[in-house]
């Protein structure tokens, strides 16, 4: 059974850093895209990037790049969303997805983690 | 802002039908698959419909989509109670380079 569990929910100040995780099992999690997607509660998704683990070939929205770092650790079947300094804005849900298609133009995301809250602050 | 316009809202009595309208441009929906989504409250986004018509394992045939030009559409016919939720299109954007997501449609059951 493909499965995609999250790190749990985080409460932090303005300016820490964090670094929240997403393990993927059931699978060969070296040859999915790994995505992250953030939702504000009550608004909608917002794509932050995606990682294919097996080359760390990463990609970020436009909106996310700078901001945020995605990366993964093969040995842990685990990829990291991660900020060197949050801010207040950074307050959201933060979902990763597997994506089904080796070609991220073809992309949809089969398999959803359940969420990690992410609090931020000022 | 997303560049994937969507009705805020959308609704039917049980049993009658909705279409959910998804519209892009060139960059992403003229030129990608589109996918949907479906999300009930506090729970993650579930895969509804991907490649702009294809249903994964489990999906009922009550949901259908296409995809003409620059434009997308989700239907559900015989509708239930159990289908309140939000729904999202979603696709590559050429220009951005990025993965998009349309605004979301909240469909209501009357």
């Known amino acids: 059974e493909v499965q995609l569990v999250q790190s749990g929910a985080e409460v932090k100040k303005a300016g820490e850093p964090l670094r929240i995780s997403c393990k993927g099992s059931?699978?060969?999690?070296?040859?999915?895209?790994i995505a992250w997607v953030r939702q504000v509660p009550g608004e909608g998704l917002e794509w932050v990037g995606i990682?294919?683990?097996?080359?760390?070939?990463?990609r970020y929205s436009p909106s996310f790049r700078g901001q945020v770092t995605i990366s993964v650790d093969n040995s842990f079947n685990t990829a990291y969303l991660q900020w060197s300094s949050l801010k207040a804005s950074d307050t959201a849900i933060y979902y990763c997805?597997?994506?089904?298609?080796?070609?991220?133009?073809?992309?949809?995301?089969?398999?959803w983690g359940q969420g990690t809250l992410v609090t931020v602050s000022s | 802002q997303s560049v994937l316009t969507q009705p805020p809202s959308v609704s039917a009595a049980p049993r009658q039908k909705v279409a959910i309208s998804c519209s892009g441009s060139?960059?992403?929906?003229?030129?990608?698959?589109v996918s949907w989504y479906q999300q009930f409250p506090g729970t993650a986004p579930k895969l509804l419909i991907y490649?702009?018509?294809k249903r994964p394992s489990g999906i009922p045939d009550r949901f259908s989509a296409s995809k003409s030009g620059t434009s997308a559409t989700l239907g559900i016919t015989g509708l239930q109670a159990g289908d309140e939720a939000d729904y999202f299109c979603?696709?590559?954007?050429?220009?951005?380079?990025?993965?998009?997501f349309g605004t979301g449609t909240k469909v209501t059951v009357l």
């Open positions: 060139g960059s992403n929906i003229g030129n990608n698959f």
């Open positions: 059931g699978y060969d999690f070296t040859n999915k895209w």
């Open positions: 490649e702009n018509n």
């Open positions: 990682i294919y683990p097996e080359d760390s070939d990463t």
């Open positions: 997805a597997r994506g089904d298609n080796f070609n991220p133009r073809w992309l949809q995301f089969d398999f």
């Open positions: 979603g696709t590559w954007d050429d220009i951005l380079t990025a993965y998009v």
